[in-house]
């Protein structure tokens, strides 16, 4: 007998789903179309600490201090080379050929591209920065520019000089004129021929709004992905353009103090504390403008270095709390080299990266004196909140309702920057905390997410209309009471594009004709991508983008909330493709505010195994919030008959790695957990998985409320005929939907 769910072999599968994003309340401009910065960039900038003397072995240094440390595997992998690599002479920035800025070969003997090269080959990103307008040199010299019959004299306005921190003399650019798209498209192609990845335009204004349009169009027509940053204090009035057209804009002025003892105030202090508590307003002005593809630039993370950055380990918590709660660039500005133990323990905790990279910026519900209190929501009904004391002086107890956060009740509360469990707290929530202190919870919501649960997504069983004799879901919902099912499964049909078994469309078949049916007869469904055999979207689609494209496809054709995208074969074993599929989810996720998605793979007795322990830190290092991990405990091998106990035995160590990867409270960690078994045989010769079985596994599913309680397959849930057909019976002696009727008792 073939394994059934995964239709030719006794491996265990995975339906992968995506993050959890959070759920703002005001919906963003349109964001940039140009597919970068689906979250917020994470990294290195030398402005903060390297400030006016950066070489080529300083940025080396730093790139190597990324990956020592352990930050690059928390996802900090920008490394940006800020101003002051560019020459000068007394008519400001000596030019190439063509009019572009010289590189300073004193501070980067080898050029710009070894630099990259070197940021790439440690599995980086390279970024760069440029300001708007043309050189005063470029026009003076007249020189060509690059591809066309134009000179820098027919583009220039030289009535006109553009902001710039470091040789001055820059002169506007007319757009009106012939050769100045261009000129732009020249600059763009070398940075993009150089490795660049990433790219700050600084000195930005209103008045530069032509600047940046031709920038961003200029960077998509390079072929290369390069995230597009603007800087600095922006105008608020003209933020649905920038979001439009760039993926970050800085908020406000710099947040260094410039008060250290070295030129131009360089040297520690970094930063004080007026300069990021004065970030609180402006977080909460632009809030409505950040999401995916664009964010609210606070300025770097003066996190590294311990208190000579300027700030005490207290307002350095905050500081993070705040950057993380607005979806904020984290860009480190400190010395990556000299890490302080302290400061590498609040970098590297994904708890806090993981409220960073769920796309959504915080709201501020509470004002009042030195007391503020953030919050933003979570798509499975849990809550974010921080609470702040922004004084210098004096502790103070900070206090929020849970109706200012939004919900009633009783909330079951996790402390994210220590792990700790709270317990459950009804009304309101209060925290003692010293001048600058922070505290940052999940809230879990106890008695409306119990409600959410219930029944119909968490049970869904799979059918398969390909094979198996499917029974009409119809009548399998009049005699079970289901309203859901789990319909599998949707393939590559050769290309970057899914079919129904990869070959049937999506729309105006019989596939959609029974979905259409069981919405009418008052269920849904979740749809079901991937399987053990056939081609896989996830490595058909060569990147992230193009998945995440592929799994919108199928989400449109049937206004899905719920997808399941089962994940097996050479697609789990393969790490860059698990990697593909987390960010592809995480766009997908980002896209469909409220998509309930469900991870589901194989497992070991004692819980996942280290492939499913991979994908779990995956996924959480990534911030990628799932809704449920959900193992199929199952093909154990030995001829077990125990398979309910070795069910809840599997279902432990999953609970135990999800909470671990994800700092759950176990009630949370429950919530976020799930098991699909297999009714009857099983591909192992001798394990039988028991009616029994299904009720001690309800039992479990009763008592700690987990996510999710279903089952492979509806098609098998029948006693045998005159045949053994695995696929369309389960092997056993039952009545029909027997395992189905337990399973359906379940109410979240």
């Known amino acids: 007998m073939i394994r059934i769910r995964t239709l030719t072999a006794a491996v265990a599968g995975l339906l992968v789903a995506a993050a959890v994003p959070l759920v703002g309340t005001a919906h963003p401009a349109a964001a940039s179309d140009n597919g970068q910065s689906v979250r917020p960039a994470m990294g290195w900038s030398s402005w903060s600490y390297v400030r006016r003397q950066p070489t080529e072995a300083k940025i080396k240094a730093q790139a190597d201090a990324l990956v020592a440390s352990g930050l690059k595997d928390h996802g900090f992998v920008h490394v940006n080379l800020d101003d002051f690599w560019q020459k000068c002479d007394s008519n400001g920035f000596t030019v190439d050929s063509y009019g572009r800025w010289a590189v300073d070969t004193a501070k980067f003997p080898g050029g710009i591209k070894a630099v990259a090269d070197y940021v790439h080959s440690k599995g980086l990103k390279f970024g760069f920065y440029v300001t708007p307008g043309i050189a005063k040199n470029a026009v003076t010299k007249n020189t060509p520019i690059e591809g066309t019959s134009y000179h820098a004299k027919d583009i220039a306005d030289t009535s006109k000089s553009e902001k710039n921190y470091n040789c001055k003399n820059m002169y506007y650019i007319d ?3 012939p050769g100045a798209q261009e000129f732009v498209n020249s600059w763009a192609n070398q940075f993009a021929s150089w490795g660049v990845d990433y790219l700050k335009i600084d000195g930005v204004g209103s008045q530069d709004v032509p600047d940046v349009k031709a ?16 800087s ?12 439009q057209l760039a993926n970050s804009w800085r908020t406000q002025g710099d947040v260094e103090c410039y008060c250290g003892p070295g030129d131009h105030g360089s040297g520690y202090p970094l930063t004080d504390w007026s300069h990021v508590s004065a970030r609180f307003d402006t977080a909460a002005n632009w809030q409505p403008y950040a999401g995916p593809g664009g964010w609210n ?6 996190i590294g270095n311990g208190d000579q950055a300027g700030l005490t380990a207290d307002q350095r918590r905050s500081h993070f709390t705040l950057w993380a709660m607005a979806a904020a660039p984290l860009l480190l500005g400190t010395d990556l080299t000299r890490l302080d133990t302290v400061d590498k323990a609040m970098l590297t905790n994904d708890r806090l990266i993981g409220v960073d990279q769920d796309g959504v910026a915080a709201k501020r519900i509470v004002n009042s004196g030195v007391k503020q209190v953030w919050s933003k929501k979570e798509s499975d009904g849990q809550y974010v909140v921080a609470l702040f004391n922004t004084g210098t002086s004096g502790s103070s107890t900070v206090s929020v309702n849970w109706t200012q956060v939004g919900f009633s009740g009783s909330g079951d509360v996790t402390d994210l920057w220590s792990g700790s469990h709270k317990g459950v707290t009804a009304g309101s929530y209060s925290a003692d905390l010293r001048p600058g202190e922070t505290r940052l919870i999940r809230v879990r919501p106890v008695d409306s997410l119990k409600a959410a649960a219930a029944p119909g997504f968490a049970v869904a069983p799979y059918e398969y209309l390909g094979w198996g004799s499917p029974q009409n879901p119809a009548s ?32 105006g078949g019989d596939d959609q004709a029974k979905i259409n049916a069981i919405r009418a007869a008052g269920g849904d469904v979740v749809v079901s991508v991937g399987g053990w055999s056939g081609n896989k979207l996830g490595e058909k689609c060569s990147s992230a983008s193009a998945l995440a494209g592929a799994y919108q496809k199928v989400i449109n054709a049937y206004r899905l909330k719920a997808l399941d995208i089962d994940i097996e074969n050479t697609e789990w074993s393969n790490p860059t493709v698990r990697q593909r599929v987390v960010d592809a989810l995480k766009t997908v996720k980002a896209n469909n505010p409220g998509l309930r998605t469900v991870i589901t793979f194989g497992t070991t007795t004692g819980g996942p195994d280290s492939t499913g322990v991979d994908m779990i830190k995956r996924a959480a290092n990534s911030g990628l919030s799932n809704d449920v991990w959900c193992i199929m405990p199952f093909d154990f091998g030995g001829g077990a008959t125990n398979m309910g106990t070795l069910t809840t035995q599997a279902m432990e160590g999953l609970k135990a790695r999800v909470k671990s990867a994800y700092g759950y ?35 479990y599913a009763q008592q700690h409320h987990i996510g999710r309680l279903t089952y492979w397959s509806v098609n098998r849930d029948r006693a045998c005929g005159s045949g053994t057909d695995g696929d369309s019976c389960s092997g056993v002696s039952q009545q029909p939907y027997d395992y189905l009727k337990v399973f359906a008792q379940y109410t979240g």
């Open 665 to 699: 409270s176990d009630a949370t960690a429950y919530a976020h957990i799930g098991l699909s078994s297999m009714n009857g045989t099983t591909d192992d010769s001798g394990e039988r998985v028991r009616v029994a079985d299904f009720r001690t596994m309800l039992g």
């Open 215 to 230: 920038w961003s169009q200029a960077l998509r027509g390079t072929g290369r992905p390069i995230t597009f940053g603007l």
């Open 297 to 302: 630039d606070l300025d770097s993370l003066e």
């Open 232 to 243: 600095n204090n922006l105008p608020i009035a003209d933020a649905p353009t920038w979001r």
């Open 476 to 507: 399998v919902m009049s005699a079970t009471g289901v309203k859901w099912f789990t319909l599998a499964f949707v393939l590559s049909d050769g290309t970057c594009n899914p079919k129904w078994d990869g070959s049937r469309p999506l729309t």
């Open 175 to 177: 757009y009106s004129k």
